[in-house]
């Protein structure tokens, strides 16, 4: 190849429990972020003065229980859910808020329009699917019993709304069969300048990942974005720019690339 371009990727070297716990603490970073934006929304922030304590509140009150609206159950695994895919991409905070609010007084129908719409609609069983298949066919790794609770512990030390949830979803695969040849450490000897990007508050694809894969790769240059958006080009100019310079022009960037959010 003349040229390649990883954007966003997942660490196969990175233990479950370690993924989890790098979720979990941009996940807490974006939140802080959303709570600090949210009387800026017109109209003001609908969660009150303490958003943030809003959304932990809510989702204590959901963690046994929930509310229905159309044979659609919001729980409060439903809301953290909601908020790893959302809060990635401010321009859904003024939204998000809004259905948190109403799921606060009660009425769970914008939450759960929210939620279908983000995970994939009518195919969202499908798409859960193809994650866990993906997910739990790179790494032969598997978290039970006592690496669970552990795992927890010290996820939560990083976000204790989001460490034990990020955990669980790591946590799927442990009933899935491990694979005979798991991806492994990446190489790539002798290739091409490799440009690897990664997004510094990206919870869903954590920026650790995106830095040990740079470092793995013979070749491997690191661009970095100060976002918690999950895929940086074409989000943004910045690194659309650089990516471009490298793809037309076999232009490489210096290590250690720093675009601004």
């Given at each position: 190849a003349r040229a390649?371009?990883?954007?966003?990727?997942?660490?196969?070297?990175?233990?479950?429990?370690?993924?989890?716990?790098?979720?979990?603490?941009?996940?807490?970073?974006?939140?802080?972020?959303?709570?600090?934006?949210?009387?800026?929304?017109?109209g003001g922030c609908p969660l009150g003065g303490?958003?943030?304590?809003?959304?932990?509140?809510?989702v204590h009150r959901l963690a046994t229980s929930g509310d229905t609206a159309d044979q659609r159950v919001v729980a409060g695994g439903s809301v953290?859910?909601?908020?790893?895919?959302?809060?990635?991409?401010?321009g859904a905070?003024?939204?998000?808020?809004?259905?948190?609010?109403a799921l606060g007084r009660g009425t769970a129908r914008p939450m759960a329009d929210l939620l279908t719409a983000?995970?994939?609609?009518?195919?969202?069983?499908e798409q859960l699917a193809g994650r866990i298949v993906y997910r739990c066919n790179d790494t032969d790794d598997r978290l039970t019993g006592r690496?669970?609770?552990?795992?927890?512990?010290?996820?939560?030390?990083?976000?204790?709304?989001?460490?034990?949830?990020?955990?669980?979803?790591d946590g799927l695969c442990a009933a899935w069969p491990a694979p005979e040849h798991p991806l492994g450490r990446l190489t790539a000897a002798g290739a091409v300048p490799i440009l690897v990007i990664g997004s510094v508050n990206d919870p869903l694809h954590p920026y650790p990942g995106a830095q040990s894969v740079a470092a793995q790769l013979a070749s491997g240059v690191l661009v970095s974005?100060?976002?918690?958006?999950?895929?940086?080009?074409?989000?943004?100019?910045?690194?659309?720019a650089t990516v471009d310079a490298y793809l037309l022009d076999g232009t490489v960037p210096g290590m250690g690339?720093?675009?601004?959010?």
């Open positions: 390649m371009v990883l954007d966003s990727p997942t660490d196969p070297l990175s233990p479950p429990g370690h993924h989890a716990a790098a979720t979990a603490t941009a996940a807490q970073t974006l939140l802080t972020d959303f709570a600090a934006a949210c009387p800026g929304f017109d303490d958003p943030a304590g809003a959304v932990t509140d809510l953290l859910h909601a908020l790893l895919h959302l809060l990635r991409d401010q905070w003024p939204g998000l808020a809004a259905a948190l609010a983000t995970l994939g609609g009518d195919r969202l069983s690496q669970l609770a552990d795992a927890v512990s010290t996820a939560s030390t990083g976000s204790a709304l989001f460490g034990p949830f990020a955990v669980s979803l974005w100060q976002s918690g958006t999950d895929g940086a080009y074409p989000a943004s100019a910045c690194v659309t690339q720093l675009c601004p959010p």
